[in-house]
């Protein structure tokens, strides 16, 4: 069975630091990874797939197959990126999809 | 715009207690999946829907069940309900394949009393 792990549920960085959350994940097949944001107030909504290997606003995600992980980076954090942040796998030509605990990203100013 | 809408928002029900939920997906989108998401935690999936048959389910009982319909509507349905299963239940539809991701509705937050 698939599994999704976000070790940390709190992160807190200035203001134009770096920041990575983490997100580790086990998955015997070829697993297509996500990363979903849910602002204050407001719904999970997709931030970005593994597969599109796209930058959204200033976050990439890189796939690690030997590390298995789906580390969530962005060189240099806003407040406006104050939010929490699930990971989330899906098995490769299956719909399921299993999240994380959740990573709390608080950018200070 | 996400499209994804669910109702009630709020809902209590009393310990034993049959309660349906319902989500309008976006359209287009047959794929349907529901969450139940705890305080504190990330959503734990229920089950799926895919053209009005069940293709996925995750480690809940038999006393979740759902439906979907040909007008992208869906049901969750929870009976003999438990202090337990207070929580919010996510929709999320998707069209496409397996890499597009789902789009979420607001939710609706259970409290069982």
């Given at each position: 069975a698939q599994r999704v792990t976000q070790p940390e549920k709190l992160l807190s960085v200035f203001k134009g630091a770096p920041v990575e959350l983490k997100c580790n994940y086990s998955y015997s097949g070829s697993p297509e990874l996500f990363w979903y944001v849910q602002y204050s107030r407001q719904r999970l909504q997709l931030l970005l797939r593994h597969i599109s290997r796209e930058s959204i606003k200033g976050f990439t995600a890189d796939l690690n197959k030997g590390e298995t992980s789906f580390h969530l980076k962005k060189p240099f954090a806003q407040e406006e990126d104050s939010a929490m942040y699930y990971c989330a796998l899906s098995p490769y030509n299956n719909n399921d999809m299993r999240f994380g605990a959740g990573t709390r990203l608080t950018v200070k100013p | 715009e996400t499209g994804v809408t669910q109702s009630p928002t709020h809902l209590i029900k009393t310990r034993g207690q049959q309660v349906t939920l319902r989500c309008s997906s976006q359209s287009g989108h047959n794929t349907v999946s529901w969450y139940q998401q705890a305080l504190g935690q990330g959503p734990q999936f229920i089950f799926q829907y895919y053209r009005e048959e069940e293709n996925g389910r995750g480690?809940?009982?038999?006393?979740f069940s759902g439906l979907q319909f040909p007008n992208y509507s869906s049901e969750l349905n929870v009976n003999a309900?438990?202090?337990?299963?207070s929580a919010l239940y996510l929709c999320a539809s998707k069209g496409g394949g397996f890499d597009y991701g789902y789009t979420f509705g607001s939710g609706t937050r259970l409290t069982v009393v």
């Open positions: - | 480690n809940f009982p038999p006393r309900l438990e202090l337990d299963d």
